[in-house]
């Protein structure tokens, strides 16, 4: 079935690190890929997303590319800041139901 | 603009008891999901609702329900609450008629039941 598999945390970095979040998927058909983000006590709000193979969706100088050969979409940001601190999320979505299948989430805390 | 909301925030019942939660979607929107997140673990779809009717279903048994009405509002509807069914309730819309569209999520609904 449709699945997504995130690095496990928690990742603590201290502030102006290099961020990487693993993220590897299977799924039937071709899915969109998208990165949330959690703050602590809120919903989720999109970060970035990419629809097709080599895309690359970036904001607030988060990017990742949408790897169809290595079925990845890997989150990453140059230099982290305070904050950055939250929960990550990898989803996808496959089909036409807009079902989207969540990872089970990657806390990041960045210290000053 | 207005974005999606959800009521109540936060709700404490004792198992065996039935709960409803509601979502107001964002303007634009008329398709509706409804997500549980159990603590440290990602949010698990639980259903979907596109133009009143239930257009896909998650792993989660009869007793969650839910209705979707002509404003594009939802409700969520547990009956015979049980003790695993302490999570955060999300509520996501997206547009119409648009696969693989982003979806747009409320703050959530926490739940307790003791």
């Known amino acids: 079935g449709d699945s997504v598999t995130q690095m496990e945390g928690p990742v603590t970095l201290s502030e102006e690190a290099f961020l990487t979040i693993n993220c590897t998927y299977t799924?039937?058909?071709?899915?969109?890929l998208f990165w949330y983000v959690q703050y602590p006590g809120e919903g989720l709000q999109l970060l970035l997303k990419?629809?097709?193979?080599?895309d690359k969706g970036s904001n607030k100088g988060f990017e990742a590319t949408y790897r169809k050969e290595t079925t990845s979409f890997h989150l990453e940001k140059g230099s982290v800041q305070v904050s950055d601190s939250a929960v990550y999320f990898c989803?996808?979505?496959?089909?036409?139901?807009?079902?989207?299948?969540f990872g089970t989430g990657t806390s990041l805390t960045v210290i000053p | 603009e207005t974005g999606v909301t959800q009521s109540p925030t936060h709700l404490i019942k004792t198992r065996g008891q039935q709960v409803t939660l509601r979502c107001s979607s964002q303007?634009?929107?008329?398709?509706v999901s409804w997500y549980q997140q159990a603590l440290g673990q990602g949010p698990q779809f639980i259903f979907q609702?596109?133009?009143?009717?239930?257009?896909g279903r998650g792993n989660f048994p009869p007793r969650f329900s839910g209705l979707q009405f002509p404003n594009y509002s939802s409700e969520l509807n547990v009956n015979a609450l049980e003790l695993d069914d302490s999570a955060l309730y999300l509520c996501?819309?997206?547009?119409?008629?648009?696969?693989?569209?982003?979806?747009?999520f409320g703050p959530g609904t926490r739940l307790l039941v003791l």
């Open positions: 996501a819309s997206s547009a119409v008629g648009v696969s693989q569209e982003t979806q747009y």
């Open positions: 799924a039937t058909g071709y899915p969109s």
């Open positions: 990419a629809t097709k193979a080599d």
């Open positions: 989803a996808l979505s496959v089909g036409t139901g807009n079902q989207f299948y």
């Open positions: 303007s634009g929107h008329n398709t």
């Open positions: 609702y596109y133009r009143e009717e239930e257009n």
